[in-house]
Nanobody, 117 residues
Framework: QVQLVESGGGLVQPGGSLRLSCAAS????????MAWYRQAPGKQRDWVAA???????NYADSVKGRFTISRDNAKNTVYLQMNSLKPEDTAVYYC???????????WGQGTQVTVSS
C-alpha cells in the first residue's frame, strides 16, 4: 500500500522557517485528502493542517497564518511551509491521509522539527 516518507525537518531558531515534504508512494495519492500531524514529547499526536484533493486547506488555530500546506499531485508530494516558528512548534511531524475522511495509513518515520535558541 501507500508508504509515507517525511523529510525537511531540522533545528531552527525562533522566527525561522522550514519546509517539510511528504512523499507518498502509490497511484492513489492524487485523490486522497492529506494532512500534517505533529507529536511533541509526552503529548498526543495532533492534527496541524489538511488539504483536499481539490486544494482546499484547513489549519489548526495554533499554526494559522504561519503554516501553509500544499500538494503536487504529479509528484505524489505534500508540503508544509512553516514560517515564524516558535519553540512550541517543536515536535515530530508526520503526514497521512486526512482522518476526517479516510482511515489512517501506517505512520511513516516522521521528521523532527526543533525550534530553539
Amino acid at each position: 500500500q501507500v508508504q509515507l516518507v517525511e523529510s525537511g525537518g531540522g533545528l531552527v531558531q525562533p522566527g525561522g522557517s522550514l519546509r517539510l515534504s511528504c512523499a507518498a508512494s502509490g497511484s492513489i495519492f492524487r485523490i486522497n485528502p492529506m494532512a500534517w500531524y505533529r507529536q511533541a514529547p509526552g503529548k498526543q499526536r495532533d492534527w496541524v493542517a489538511a488539504i483536499t484533493s481539490g486544494g482546499s486547506t484547513n489549519y489548526a488555530d495554533s499554526v494559522k497564518g504561519r503554516f501553509t500546506i500544499s500538494r503536487d499531485n504529479a509528484k505524489n508530494t505534500v508540503y508544509l511551509q512553516m514560517n515564524s516558528l516558535k519553540p512550541e512548534d517543536t515536535a515530530v511531524y508526520y503526514c497521512n491521509v486526512d482522518d476526517r475522511f479516510l482511515k489512517l495509513l501506517p505512520w511513516g518515520q516522521g521528521t523532527q522539527v526543533t525550534v530553539s535558541s
